[in-house]
């Protein structure tokens, strides 16, 4: 894959210090919700995945309350059926028996791994994240195709990959070939906005995803 900073850390520790903002919404998070996962989300699939699939940032009531990304939101219910459907993932999607999926050549992960206020990181927030980013694309050995789920996770695999987003600029459907052999796909953010207003559609998601899933047998 393409070079870039070494890191590490490919996963945070669940209670990770470096957001002070985020701490405290994950603090106030938990005082509300002991029985919630509250903590920095690791990412969930396969160590050997050829795909990494890149999100915003945990769901209030979707990863930070399971613990796996976009696990238990609308988001995730769109995003899980059509990996399912396009054969990167097996079994079914079950919010009472997690363990019933299981991710196929696949990776999924989120550009910030604690949940923001809002669903709205800042800047520096999804700065401090990006050395987990690194990290978690130099511990994918096989990894040959990137998907970018919303333009903070477009821009954040180009930051970590010191590319210019002027040469890649994010949009739904689009395909950049990266150096060093790496395809990046972006599509709109799969969240109920999107998808209630109709500027993402269940046909227009899955033709990404299967563009990405049909690039790992290219």
């Given at each position: 894959?393409?070079?870039?900073?070494?890191?590490?850390?490919?996963?945070?520790?669940?209670?990770?210090?470096?957001?002070?903002?985020?701490?405290?919404?994950?603090?106030?998070?938990?005082?509300?919700?002991?029985?919630?996962?509250?903590?920095?989300?690791?990412?969930?699939?396969?160590?050997?995945?050829?795909?990494?699939?890149?999100?915003?940032?945990?769901?209030?009531?979707?990863?930070?309350?399971?613990?796996?990304?976009?696990?238990?939101?609308?988001?995730?219910?769109?995003?899980?059926?059509?990996?399912?459907?396009?054969?990167?993932?097996?079994?079914?999607?079950?919010?009472?028996?997690?363990?019933a999926l299981e991710l196929v050549d696949c990776m999924i992960t989120n550009a910030v791994?604690?949940?923001?206020?809002?669903?709205?990181?800042?800047?520096?927030?999804?700065?401090?994240?990006?050395?987990?980013?690194?990290?978690?694309?130099?511990?994918?050995?096989?990894?040959?195709?990137?998907?970018?789920?919303?333009?903070?996770?477009?821009?954040?695999?180009?930051?970590?990959?010191?590319?210019?987003?002027?040469?890649?600029?994010?949009?739904?459907?689009?395909?950049?070939?990266?150096?060093?052999?790496?395809?990046?796909?972006?599509?709109?953010?799969?969240?109920?906005?999107?998808?209630?207003?109709?500027?993402?559609?269940?046909?227009?998601?899955?033709?990404?995803?299967?563009?990405?899933?049909?690039?790992?047998?290219?």
């Open positions: 894959m393409q070079s870039a900073p070494t890191s590490n850390l490919s996963e945070p520790p669940a209670d990770c210090p470096l957001c002070p903002r985020l701490v405290a919404f994950r603090q106030d998070n938990e005082a509300a919700h002991s029985d919630w996962f509250n903590g920095a989300v690791p990412s969930f699939g396969c160590k050997s995945a050829g795909l990494l699939i890149v999100g915003l940032a945990p769901g209030l009531k979707g990863a930070n309350r399971t613990g796996r990304p976009f696990f238990g939101d609308h988001a995730g219910e769109l995003l899980y059926r059509t990996l399912l459907k396009t054969g990167l993932a097996r079994g079914r999607h079950d919010l009472e028996a997690p363990s791994r604690c949940v923001p206020p809002q669903n709205k990181p800042k800047s520096d927030e999804i700065a401090h994240c990006r050395s987990f980013l690194i990290g978690r694309m130099l511990a994918l050995p096989n990894l040959r195709t990137l998907l970018a789920i919303g333009g903070i996770a477009h821009n954040s695999v180009l930051d970590t990959l010191k590319l210019k987003k002027r040469d890649h600029p994010f949009a739904h459907g689009a395909r950049h070939e990266l150096p060093g052999g790496l395809v990046l796909f972006d599509t709109y953010h799969c969240s109920r906005l999107n998808t209630n207003t109709g500027r993402l559609t269940t046909e227009m998601f899955e033709q990404v995803v299967g563009a990405a899933a049909a690039s790992l047998k290219a």
